[in-house]
């Protein structure tokens, strides 16, 4: 048994087959009818399915493709071998293009949309792909397309920043944005539900300057806006304390009752900024005490800061309690 294996494998021994013509001979031969043969096959016609993309465009105006039609569509064909062997060693093909309106144009909608054959449709779609192939069929047998009203409106623009100061420095006024507004366009199932238009998120840091800078706004997909940025205006100065003296008010006290505070003002902090240190006074602000809290068990009244401007902080303020006389007439 090892004997005959031995002469077997002998046989199959590169330099045996070099030397034997026959074999080589043999071998050439195998070789030629073999091409022939593949030549001769792809001679002659043939049926299979290719596999092209689809590229949907031009939709109907103010009109938006609101579904996902088949982003593929199988063609079942006939071609000959070399035709046909040339499109599946292709890595790509040129996508078929479909003219939305066109396809729509005789159609009459239903609660689904519009139904299209798409054995309607082989002689456009052999048109863009060769003349050498002819397209027997396409799957799947029908394409639906639904599509929204396109609708343009301006939304309001609420940006999405965070601010941190160097220590002594605040907004000298409220942040400011440029524009206010963006004109969106999209779906009417979009944009009716559609408030306000986000931004992206940014953080200003160790702040000690005016500051200028765009965004970007952010919009659903299927939408397009007009400005894509904004500008965002941060004016910033330096904050200093201040110190004044704020009498206090009473309020809801009946008409026949007088009433003393001790003390009948108080000493408040603030921090202001520079522009405005020497402007601000006692007249900005609104302190008292509420008669409606004066009962036999309290001895004081607390005092509450009511109105104030919106430029300042308030730090502190001396005495957070007063005493009081009640004189009746």
Known sequence: MNKKLKEISGFFKIEKLKNDKRIVVFLICLLIATVLWFLNALSKDYSTTI?????????????FLANKPPEKLDLKVDAHGFTLLRYKLSLSFSPIILNLTSLTKNLNPDSRGYMVNTNNLIGSVSDQISNEISINNIEPAVIQIKFDSLVTKLI?????????????FDLKEPVSITPEQAKITGPTSILDTMYF??????LFG???SDKETSMEILHPKNTTISPKKFTINISVERFTEKELKVPIEIQNIPENVNIKLFPSEIKLTILVGLSQFENISSKDFEVFVDYKSVSSTNEDLNVNIGVHPSFVQIQ????EKVEYLIETN
């Open 51 to 63: 596999s092209y993309p689809v590229k949907y465009v031009s939709a109907p105006k103010n009109q």
């Open 156 to 168: 309001p623009i609420k940006p999405n920043y965070e601010l941190n100061f160097k220590p002594q």
């Open 197 to 202: 238009l986000r931004t992206e998120k940014k």
């Open 206 to 208: 160790m702040l000690d």
């Open 316 to 319: 502190r303020f001396s005495p």
